[in-house]
Structure formats: C-alpha cells, structure tokens
C-alpha cells in the first residue's frame, strides 16, 4: 500500500514535470526503495527518474536495478555518463553488471571507465565464476602495522568513503600479506599513539580467492561474521566479502537447488522475465529423459499383463504403491540434500545416515500398510491375500524409497555431481520401477499368479 502511495506521488511528479521537487524527494528515500519504484516505471520515465538522480545516489541504485533495466539504462547514456555511473559503482556490483552484459557493450563501458574501475573490474573477471574471487569487492580499509592510531584515523577518513565497510580495518606488512584486523570501535576506544601491532587481533580467519561461494556462505555461518577478507595462495590480501553478498548467494543457490529438484534446467532471469520460448528450452530436456526413463515401468507392466488379467484388482492399487514410494524418497532425499548443503551430512556418516533410515521407513511403512490393510479389509473387501500383497508391497516400497533417496544424493556428492540433480525426479522413476517389481514378486508368491 505504502509503495503504491510513493508510486504515485513520484509519477505525478514526472506528469507535472517539477523536476526540482522530484529530485529533493528522491534524495529523501533509501536506494533500494528508488530502484523497487523505477521498476514500476515505463522505459522513458525510469531513464528520466534516473537522470534526474544525484552521481553517487543513481550509482547505488543502479546496483539494486534488474539487469534488464540496468541495460536499458546504460545504452541510453553516452559513453561519459555510462562510464560515471560504472566509476561510482562498488567494483563487485560493477563486476556482476559486467558479466550480463553483452562483449560490445562491455569493452564500451571500460574503456569509458578510469583506469582505477578497469582494474579492479578486470580483477574480479578473471576469478573462475561463483568463486569467492569473483563475488569479493577490492574496497576495504588496509592498515600497516607499524602505523599508530591517529593515522589509522586519518586513513580511514581519506579512503572511507569509497569502501566497502570501515567496521573492521585489515592489517597489512610489507608483502601485503593478511597479519591482523582491528574494529573501528577499538581504534576509537585506544589512545592515540598506540600502534596498530598493539591493538590488533592477530587470528585471522580469511578465504581463498578459490572457494566455492556456497563454501562462503557456509564460512560466513559458522563465524557470524558481517564481512570476511580474501586472500590469493600466498596470504596476500586482494579484497573482502561482505554479508549482504552472502544474503544474494544463499538466494541464488536455494533457486538453483529448487529448480534442479523439480527437473528444470537453473535459469539466472526472474520468472516473469523469462520469455516463454527460455522456459520451454529450459524444462523440455529433462521432461524428456524423464519420460524415456519412465518407460521402464510401463515394461514391467506389461510384462505381468497375463497376471493382471487374472487379479484385475491389483491394477487399482498401483499409483498409490508409486506415489508413496516416491513421497517417501523425496522427503528422504530433502532431508539428506540440506544436510549435505549445510556440511552436517559428509561421507562417513552414510552408515548412520543409512541405519537411521531404515528404522524410519520401517515405522512409517507399517504405520501406513497397517492403515492401509484395514482400509481394504472394511471397505474395499478385496480379501485377505491381496490385501497383504499390497501392504507388504508398501513396506518394501517405503523402505526401499528411503534407502534410494539417502544414497543416491551422497552418492552424487561424492563423485562430484550436485545431490539436488538426484533429487524427486530420478528418485521417483528408480522407486516405481522397484515398487511394481516387488509387487508383482509378491503377487506371484502369494496369489500364485
């Protein structure tokens, strides 16, 4: 309701064209809310709304802009102001934009760039992607040891402004190699001519400009840190990861798990900007795999076709043995996928993880063959022997689905394959051929078919 009231007031502005008020009301609200209200706009208010903005305020939110809007924007610019805004953006936002953005369009934007923004953008560009060197900005505050406080004060005053954070400042030697940090708050606290050696704390925790950002976001969990350093092999310090990264990767990661375990092929556009042709490419590979996959359950149906026309009513309860036996390998397999992904799930646990399961399928699988037996017996009056065909089947299925779901993600992991690509689909299609083979060995041992 909120954005509704600033969305209009903001175009009644634009329609009147009092331009004045409209830039001393934009200045007034926060960069994320600009952005959210520019999205609302059309292509020829959003690039007014955006010209009228202050240098340093359209740079930050530019950087809160969909990469649809930020093209449209820099194409509408000439080559200075395409190159001010990428000057003015943090070199990890500017990175980020980069990468979306067409060869033609990039080599236009950093050769209109200052040296300085060419730099530290091409830096964070030759990290291999979703690494912790490609994520990182080159920003921060770094201190000498040997400096004392005052100029530490006066260090942070001169370069502040154009960092990322100032809360914790990054001690340096002489090689440029990572040997302490020091808060902000404990500089303020210290007397003036006490050196940084002092005061610093020397455990430094850091990451390898190498490191797989889920492994990041998992580093940044652990130690409850808002920003963390990033160095190369040799402990020298090229830049710092900070929360607000972590919050956009864990996003990131959790939409890419979700699309893989639904069968659909990860896409980095929003739903609702993904053209109907890129949905179709994305879905349709898997769609069909999984379909030729199925069909081996259609073989071992029509292999027991004669049996079937004997004991017509073992066809009735087929879906429910297929769709339980996979419900119960999906909830197996999400288990097991979030442990691997928060690292409380690694290889040597898969004895445990495998016992666990097996009495957790027990219980759940004699739970519903014990509903279920009662079921056929008071109301679908199927008699006794294919009522305890189908239960047992359901004890096996579940048991088996179980099994399936907990090894099959481990196994993945462990070969090198993400686990969420071994998630329902696959797990569904390997239970139901196993369940209808089951069922037709009972039925054959049982029913004497």
Not at 88 to 100: C, H, I, P
Not at 200 to 213: A, F, K, P, R, Y
Request: proline share 3%; with cysteine.
């Amino acid at each position: 309701m909120e954005m509704r009231k600033e969305l209009q007031e903001l175009s009644e502005l634009l329609a009147s064209k009092r331009y004045t008020n409209l830039r001393q009301y934009l200045t007034e609200q926060n960069e994320a809310d600009i952005a959210g209200l520019m999205e609302e706009l059309e292509g020829e208010d959003m690039l007014k709304v955006f010209r009228i903005l202050p240098k340093d305020l359209a740079a930050d939110v530019f950087s809160y802009l969909e990469v649809d809007s930020q093209q449209t924007i820099i194409t509408s610019l000439s080559d200075k102001e395409a190159g001010t805004v990428i000057d003015n953006l943090m070199a990890d936002d500017a990175a980020d934009f980069l990468e979306e953005m067409p060869a033609n369009i990039v080599r236009k934007l950093l050769a209109s760039a200052n040296a300085d923004t060419r730099q530290a953008v091409n830096q964070l560009l030759r990290y291999p992607e979703d690494s912790a060197g490609s994520i990182m900005t080159v920003e921060y505050v770094s201190l000498r040891e040997s400096c004392t406080v005052d100029q530490a004060i006066q260090r942070i005053r001169a370069v502040g402004l154009d960092s990322e954070t100032i809360n914790i400042c990054y001690v340096l030697d002489a090689r440029r190699e990572l040997v302490g940090t020091v808060a902000l708050r404990y500089l303020l606290l210290s007397e003036g001519d006490e050196l940084i050696s002092d005061i610093m704390h020397g455990n430094v925790i850091s990451i390898s400009t190498l490191m797989d950002q889920e492994q990041v976001a998992a580093q940044f969990k652990k130690y409850d840190f808002t920003a963390m350093p990033v160095v190369d092999n040799e402990n020298r310090m090229v830049g710092i990861i900070t929360v607000d990264d972590i919050v956009d990767i864990m996003e990131e990661e959790v939409t890419e798990d979700m699309e893989k375990m639904a069968a659909i092929v990860p896409s980095d556009k929003p739903y609702m900007r993904t053209s109907v042709w890129e949905t179709y490419r994305k879905r349709i590979p898997w769609l069909l795999l999984l379909m030729v996959s199925a069909a081996f359950t259609g073989a071992i149906i029509a292999s027991f076709e004669e049996a079937l026309s004997v004991y017509a009513a073992l066809i009735a309860f087929i879906p429910m043995l297929m769709d339980t036996g996979g419900n119960a390998g999906g909830q197996a397999s999400v288990t097991v996928i979030r442990g691997l992904s928060l690292g409380e799930i690694v290889y040597r646990d898969v004895p445990r993880v495998v016992w666990k399961e097996i009495r957790v399928a027990f219980l759940c699988g004699c739970t519903l063959a014990g509903a279920n037996f009662a079921k056929l017996m008071l109301f679908d009056r199927v008699g006794v022997w294919v009522s305890l065909t189908v239960c047992l089947t359901l004890v096996a299925a579940v048991l088996m689905a179980m099994l399936v779901g907990c090894l099959l993600p481990v196994g993945a992991k462990k070969i090198g394959f993400d686990p969420a690509v071994m998630a329902s689909p696959f797990i569904t299609t390997i239970v139901d051929a196993l369940s209808l083979l089951v069922y037709f060995r009972f039925a054959s041992m049982l029913l004497g078919i």
